[in-house]
């Protein structure tokens, strides 16, 4: 898919820009705006690819399905589909929209490396505008524009332990999507140790180096591995 190169050019530590003129502001603003819009089609069609060679039978998993957008392509494949949503309010507006779904299994939990509860995070706007706002929400710490004071405690599923599960009684996955925000990194860390990827046919991850400062070495670090080991249309960390 087509580099992130927004999230990776803000993404370098310790850089020391002069002060930028509201000029220069307002173009960088709208290059990045563009360059969203081109990564949101590609992604769209990458989508649209991935479901015409879905078959029923095959297992997709979304994770961080919010209300529903990819699970709804997904699901009509006829592919069997495993979408995980930790925030209620969403997955709330999920369950209204796949009760009827029988090839759709919802799971109300967060994913990661670990299992028990986790404290889930939702953006400072979140009241004012849950619809936009709840595909921010995190378990990670340090996250922008999120209010850490208000978080409610959601179930934790071992996502690699999930998967071996799943594994073990059928030869792959065909696809797993990946946005939520920030725990992409320990999980996909974690498949690649494992080496999980090799029964895994396409991933797609949306990374969020820009969200969380602290953890851009890792995120660069993971970005150098995975373009090494594996082909980018196959394992894609730039989704959107």
Do not use: Y
């Given at each position: 898919m087509i580099p992130d190169d927004d999230r990776q050019d803000g993404a370098e530590d310790g850089a020391d820009e002069s002060p930028?003129?509201?000029?220069?502001?307002?173009?960088?603003?709208?290059?990045?705006?563009?360059k969203r819009n081109l990564r949101k089609a590609h992604a769209e069609g990458y989508l649209a690819g991935v479901a015409a060679m879905l078959r029923p039978g095959?297992?997709?998993?979304?994770?961080?399905?919010?209300?529903?957008?990819?699970?709804?392509?997904?699901?009509?494949?006829?592919?069997?589909?495993?979408?995980?949503?930790?925030?209620?309010?969403?997955?709330?507006?999920?369950?209204?929209?796949?009760?009827?779904?029988?090839?759709?299994?919802?799971?109300?939990?967060?994913?990661?490396?670990?299992?028990?509860?986790?404290?889930?995070?939702?953006?400072?706007?979140f009241d004012d505008n849950p619809t936009g706002a709840s595909v921010k929400s995190t378990i990670l710490d340090g996250g922008r524009q999120i209010d850490a004071a208000s978080g409610i405690d959601v179930p934790l599923i071992d996502f690699p332990s999930f998967l071996k599960d799943q594994l073990a009684a059928r030869a792959e996955i065909a696809f797993i999507k990946m946005d939520i925000e920030g725990a992409e990194l320990d999980i996909l860390e974690r498949l690649d140790s494992d080496g999980l990827f090799d029964r895994i046919r396409v991933l797609?991850?949306?990374?969020?180096?820009?969200?969380?400062?602290?953890?851009?070495?890792?995120?660069r670090a993971l970005r150098r591995t995975f373009a090494d080991k594996y082909d980018p249309n196959r394992v894609s960390l730039d989704w959107i």
């Open positions: 930028k003129s509201a000029a220069e502001l307002r173009a960088e603003a709208l290059i990045r705006r563009q095959d297992l997709a998993i979304d994770c961080g399905a919010n209300m529903g957008v990819v699970t709804q392509v997904l699901a009509r494949t006829g592919a069997d589909v495993i979408a995980f949503e930790p925030d209620p309010w969403a997955f709330g507006k999920l369950t209204e929209r796949f009760s009827d779904a029988g090839n759709v299994t919802l799971i109300n939990a967060a994913v990661g490396i670990g299992t028990g509860t986790v404290r889930l995070m939702r953006a400072e706007n797609v991850a949306e990374t969020h180096e820009r969200k969380f400062r602290d953890l851009r070495p890792r995120f």
